[in-house]
């Protein structure tokens, strides 16, 4: 089981909180349970089989791009970081 | 009893003294820290190149600070020789292994034509507005200096360029350019602390002029009443900025300065904020990744709302803004590790700092090894169609 954080602009496809648990031994797996859950959630994170190129997937501080990307490992208890860029200033 | 004479001369028995010919071969071959504990206004008048300024009734308190290794050599001068042998007896007690007293002074070391450098000049006033910089050693007075000779540039002069502007003022940075198009409004209130209700409806840069100005008159601020575009971005940069402190409110404008920066190889220090969370970034051109490096195509306008469109809790800005600040003016002081290569995310929700670590990417269409895009594109187009199919 590893937490995902989700970021506040995605929160409303997660009914508003802020962690959720999920399962599995890779990125992949991991957001698949979540999207599964979460159906809303698949249009915002995925394009194109891979994760958007706007939303960046961190596993224990690392981009999973500079990894293996979906097929990053996750350890259980890990937290992974969604995070799309925000402009606000 | 001893007489002053009397203890000067035991003093003088028990230290090491080196003549201003001896002085100067063990600068020029050795590496000793040279520290000069006269007075201010003997400072003032010219020192010796690189000495650290100590007046005598601050060495106990402040010269571990200044010379922690207590192995190397320290080359102790006041006027005359007299002074700095007593101040080598101190050292001697503190456990210095070499401690040596400039017999003669400065005024030897004169008399010699050796070199001495005239201060700058922080006069009374500064020094006084400036002393809790001057106690700290990674600042002091050459730091001062470097913080009064510095250039910064603030992208918009609302959330984040509030703290950001109002410290960098207050701590003496010598020009600060700012560039918005807006007029204050009741809204932004809340949190845009540059501003105040009086100001209503005037361009926010010549509010934040004028209370920069009221803040600290040191302080040259260039107004730029205009929204950065490709067509201006050139000459604004023209003018000579050191860093960078971006605090726009839009996608088009962020990756605007990003490509500018980029070209003309300025540190950009990248703040934004959403609600009850925020990223602080330092992004040096050539040194880590750039903001397209980070995120390389800006998200759809769904998953991007702005703060006037979701809300922003008022004191976020002014911590990520005052971070922001922060990094602007290790950047000028060339002083600790600035959050290069490094995103730094703060919750106000749950009081929670977390860090990621981010990457250049050599595949990056602007700071690449390869560029694609090497000048300036229509940025609120490619905001708008990120999902548009290709």
Same mark, same amino acid.
């Given at each position: /089981? ?23 031994? !890779? ?7 979540? /999207?599964?859950? +979460? ?12 994760v ?33 860029? /925000?402009?606000?200033? | /009893?001893?007489?002053y004479?009397?203890? $000067?001369?035991?003093?003088k ?12 071969? $063990? ?23 690189? &000495? ?22 320290v ?38 034509? +050796?070199?001495?450098? $005239? ?17 700290i ?9 470097k ?9 918009? &002069? ?38 105040? !209700?009086?100001?209503l ?9 004028? !209370? ?40 088009? !404008?962020?990756?605007l ?36 490096c980070?995120?390389?195509?800006p ?44 995103? $730094? ?42 999902r548009e199919?290709?």
């Amino acid at each position: /089981m590893s937490v995902i954080r989700i970021p506040p602009t995605l929160r409303a496809d997660v009914g508003g909180a802020r962690n959720v648990e999920a399962e599995g031994a !890779t990125v992949r797996d991991l957001l698949d349970d979540l /999207m599964s859950r +979460f159906p809303s959630l698949r249009e915002q994170l995925v394009e194109d089989g891979d994760v958007a190129p706007f939303v960046n997937v961190y596993v224990e501080g690392e981009d999973v791009r500079t990894r293996e990307g979906l097929e990053t490992e996750v350890r259980p208890g890990s937290t992974v970081i969604l995070l799309p860029a /925000m402009a606000g200033g | /009893m001893a007489t002053y004479r009397e203890l $000067l001369a035991q003093v003088k028995s028990e230290i090491d003294e080196v003549d201003a010919v001896r002085a100067r071969e $063990l600068i020029e071959t050795g590496d000793p820290v040279i520290v000069d504990i006269r007075e201010q206004d003997e400072w003032d008048e010219g020192h010796i190149a690189d &000495a650290i300024h100590i007046p005598r009734g601050n060495l106990e308190s402040r010269v571990e600070t200044a010379a922690p290794d207590r192995s190397r050599t320290v080359l102790l001068y006041c006027a005359a020789g007299n002074r700095s042998a007593f101040a080598a007896k101190t050292l001697q007690e503190l456990g210095y292994d070499e401690p040596l007293s400039l017999s003669g002074g400065f005024t030897d070391w004169k008399r010699n034509g +050796f070199p001495v450098v $005239l201060s700058a000049g922080l006069d009374a006033s500064r020094r006084a507005r400036y002393s809790r910089h001057l106690l700290i050693p990674e600042v002091g007075e050459a730091g001062q200096l470097k913080l009064l000779a510095s250039k910064v540039l603030l992208i918009g &002069a609302g959330g984040l360029g509030s703290p950001a502007s109002l410290y960098l003022a207050a701590a003496g940075i010598g020009r600060l350019g700012i560039v918005d198009a807006d007029v204050v409004d009741e809204s932004n209130l809340q949190r845009q602390i540059v501003h105040s !209700t009086e100001r209503l409806g005037e361009p926010k840069v010549e509010s934040a002029k004028r !209370t920069i100005e009221a803040l600290n008159p040191d302080v040259d601020v260039v107004a730029y009443q205009e929204r950065l575009t490709s067509e201006n971005v050139d000459r604004i940069l023209a003018d000579g900025w050191d860093v960078i402190v971006d605090g726009a409110d839009n996608f088009p !404008t962020r990756y605007l300065v990003n490509d500018a920066s980029v070209w003309h190889d300025i540190p950009v220090v990248h703040g934004s904020i959403y609600r009850f969370e925020g990223q602080v970034t330092v992004l040096k051109p050539g040194d880590g990744p750039c903001y397209r490096c980070l995120f390389p195509t800006p998200p759809p306008p769904e998953l991007a709302p702005s703060c006037a469109e979701g809300g922003v809790l008022g004191v976020l800005p002014g911590i990520v803004g005052s971070l922001q600040a922060s990094e602007a003016l290790k950047l000028a002081l060339g002083i600790g590790e600035p959050l290069v290569g490094r995103l $730094l995310l703060f919750d106000a929700l749950t009081t929670e700092f977390n860090e990621v670590l981010i990457r250049r990417d050599p595949k990056c269409p602007v700071c690449g090894e390869h560029p694609t895009i090497t000048e300036y594109v229509d940025y609120v187009e490619f905001c708008a169609g990120t999902r548009e199919p290709a």
